[in-house]
């Protein structure tokens, strides 16, 4: 589904990713972990086609069309989510409205009819059943004064409704309640399935108590320094990141 390789990017002048390989097959949950600014957010807006950011050298590759040659909004339309860090407010827009036009959008681009409201609101009811969510989030305005916790539930939320084939998920540094993190982790397990794939990126390993990855891969300096299955997440809640920075260099 994804395959990225030899990934080299920059933020202005800096290079930030310097060669990164790694690929996810349909169905996988892969998790990205790493030190403070090792460059796991720098990833996930390289692949979403956020401006700022320049790739240098390398490939990504969604279902085998470039990735990187596409706009942010044709990327969605084919099929990949990515929940913003920080996701944006949009205080005089109200949530619903929001999420139907995104929606409709995506629909649109893949030549499918636009749904009406009727069948809108049948649809919010059906994801909100599957997450175990209520919706007091889609009266309000678009993230406005959302808590954390919040603008996780609406990113969950937003994933649902757009069933994206690829979903890259990116916990915030400053970490997660541990109700955030339950919503998080409920909302990833209940949207699983074999054809869909999903990249978490985390600081913590604690994301991963709830969500069982199939491949953890530590990104730290730029680089993927390890790949493993689950256990390396574990691994590096015993050790720390020190760990595996000193066998990194070492290696
Ligand atoms: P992480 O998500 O792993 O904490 P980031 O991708 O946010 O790391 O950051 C990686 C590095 O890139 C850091 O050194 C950070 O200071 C730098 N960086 C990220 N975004 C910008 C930016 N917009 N301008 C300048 N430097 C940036
Ligand atoms: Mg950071
Ligand atoms: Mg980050």
Same mark, same amino acid.
């Given at each position: 589904? *994804?395959?990225?390789?030899? #990934?080299?990017?920059?933020?202005? =002048?800096?290079?930030? +990713? @310097?060669?990164?390989?790694? !690929?996810?097959?349909?169905?996988?949950?892969?998790?990205?972990?790493?030190?403070?600014?090792?460059?796991?957010?720098?990833?996930?807006?390289?692949?979403?086609?956020?401006?700022?950011?320049?790739?240098?050298?390398?490939?990504?590759?969604?279902?085998?069309?470039?990735?990187?040659?596409?706009?942010?909004?044709?990327?969605?339309?084919?099929?990949?989510?990515?929940?913003?860090?920080?996701?944006?407010?949009?205080?005089?827009?109200?949530?619903?409205?929001?999420?139907?036009?995104?929606?409709?959008?995506?629909?649109?681009?893949?030549?499918?009819?636009?749904?009406?409201?009727?069948?809108?609101?049948? *649809?919010?009811?059906?994801? #909100?059943?599957?997450?175990?969510? =209520?919706?007091?989030? +889609? @009266?309000?305005?678009?993230? !406005?004064?959302f808590s954390g916790g919040e603008k996780k539930r609406n990113e969950i939320f937003q994933?649902?409704?757009?069933?994206?084939?690829?979903?890259?998920?990116?916990?915030?540094?400053?970490?997660?309640?541990?109700?955030?993190?339950?919503?998080?982790?409920?909302?990833?397990?209940?949207?699983?399935?074999?054809?869909?794939?999903?990249?978490?990126?985390?600081?913590?390993?604690?994301?991963?108590?709830?969500?069982?990855?199939?491949?953890?891969?530590?990104?730290?300096?730029?680089?993927?320094?390890?790949?493993?299955?689950?256990?390396?997440?574990?691994?590096?809640?015993?050790?720390?990141?020190?760990?595996?920075?000193?066998?990194?260099?070492?290696?």
């Amino acid at each position: 589904m *994804l395959a990225v390789n030899g #990934l080299h990017a920059n933020v202005g =002048d800096k290079e930030i +990713l @310097k060669g990164l390989d790694f !690929a996810v097959a349909p169905g996988e949950i892969h998790a990205i972990m790493g030190p403070n600014g090792a460059g796991k957010s720098t990833l996930s807006h390289v692949l979403s086609g956020r401006e700022g950011y320049t790739v240098t050298a390398g490939t990504a590759t969604f279902e085998g069309q470039n990735l990187l040659a596409l706009e942010p909004e044709q990327r969605a339309q084919l099929g990949l989510f990515l929940a913003f860090q920080y996701p944006v407010e949009l205080p005089g827009v109200n949530n619903t409205y929001f999420l139907k036009a995104a929606l409709n959008s995506i629909r649109k681009s893949r030549g499918e009819t636009e749904l009406d409201a009727v069948s809108f609101l049948r *649809l919010i009811k059906e994801k #909100l059943k599957i997450l175990h969510l =209520d919706d007091s989030l +889609l @009266k309000r305005a678009v993230n !406005a004064g959302f808590s954390g916790g919040e603008k996780k539930r609406n990113e969950i939320f937003q994933m649902a409704l757009l069933e994206p084939k690829l979903a890259i998920l990116d916990e915030t540094d400053s970490g997660l309640d541990i109700d955030a993190l339950r919503v998080v982790a409920d909302g990833v397990n209940a949207l699983r399935s074999p054809e869909r794939s999903m990249i978490v990126v985390t600081h913590y390993q604690r994301l991963l108590d709830y969500i069982q990855p199939d491949y953890v891969h530590v990104l730290a300096k730029g680089r993927i320094i390890r790949s493993g299955g689950k256990e390396l997440a574990l691994e590096l809640e015993e050790k720390g990141y020190g760990w595996i920075d000193a066998e990194g260099q070492a290696a």
